[in-house]
């Protein structure tokens, strides 16, 4: 080996540091390969599969602490089999370079609406995008006993809904399936196709308890009122929402004719304060068919 060094020329070895160079730069992107960078897309996802959104803010060209938490900690095969099983994972990296202005600007709103000042933080969201725990810094702690510390922190893992009626996309159809049906029809209604009002829209849509109420009770559906280049979707659901709905807003709606209202609440309530909602008017409603009333 030493003979065979010996033969290698200025121009080898410079080809050779490339190559490690590359090596190193492609396992340090492997190693981040698993987490997410958009915030929206990190918080549907954790709507989708009941997991909280382990969120990693770090600086990667200048942290040192940031580098050593991701070398000892989440490069570790105990990281990757935990994390693939418990939660949704977030990378907010703000480095000094390589990153376009835009992204800085929107990575910079997420560190002032948690409050990060301290590199590296990491914090635990919900699928609402509210904060669940939060760890500041890092102490060279083993990833067996940081793996431990966080998973004490972890909620009980929410259920996805699986319910037992398919959830309609079209107002017409939905109208026609309530009538055949003899139930009334639950309309969640997002203000636009964004990101925003989609996630709060599928995270209500997708929770058990709500699920359950909707499949037991109602014929659901769920869309937006206004398309992607921001076209009125149906002058229905205008009427229905006595005019339009501002673009992030959700509102839940409870119809027997697709034309009148006979329910109403903000989609920005928990689904449980929602429920709670339907579920007094299915009482009310329940006696006013009993003594001959309407409900309003």
Request: a neutral charge.
């Amino acid at each position: 080996m030493t003979l065979l060094l010996g033969r290698i020329t200025p121009a080898m070895r410079t080809g050779l540091m490339l190559v490690a160079v590359l090596l190193v730069t492609v396992a340090s992107a492997n190693a981040s390969d698993d987490w997410l960078t958009d915030y929206d897309e990190a918080l549907t996802t954790a709507t989708r599969t009941g997991k909280p959104v382990l969120t990693l803010f770090t600086g990667s060209d200048w942290c040192p602490h940031c580098r050593t938490l991701e070398d000892k900690v989440f490069a570790s095969p105990a990281f990757t089999i935990w994390a693939n099983d418990h939660v949704v994972l977030l990378m907010i990296d703000m480095p000094q370079a390589g990153i376009s202005p835009a992204v800085r600007s929107e990575r910079s709103r997420i560190c002032i609406k948690y409050g990060v000042r301290t590199f590296p933080s990491v914090l635990l969201l919900d699928s609402f995008g509210e904060k669940l725990a939060e760890q500041k810094g890092y102490r060279g702690t083993s990833a067996s006993s940081w793996i431990k510390q966080m998973a004490a922190k972890l909620p009980a893992r929410q259920p996805v809904a699986t319910n037992a009626r398919p959830v309609l996309n079209s107002l017409g159809e939905a109208v026609t399936a309530a009538r055949e049906s003899k139930r009334p029809l639950l309309l969640v209604v997002r203000g636009s196709a964004e990101k925003t009002a989609a996630i709060r829209s599928a995270t209500l849509v997708n929770d058990p308890e709500f699920g359950a109420l909707a499949a037991e009770s109602f014929v659901m559906a769920a869309m937006p009122a206004a398309t992607a280049d921001g076209q009125q979707a149906d002058a229905s659901l205008e009427q229905l929402l006595g005019g339009q709905l501002e673009p992030d807003a959700v509102e839940v709606i409870v119809t027997d004719d697709g034309e009148t209202p006979v329910f109403m609440a903000s989609g920005s309530q928990s689904p449980q304060r929602i429920v709670s909602g339907l579920r007094r008017f299915l009482v009310t409603r329940q006696t006013a068919s009993r003594t001959g009333g309407t409900v309003r």
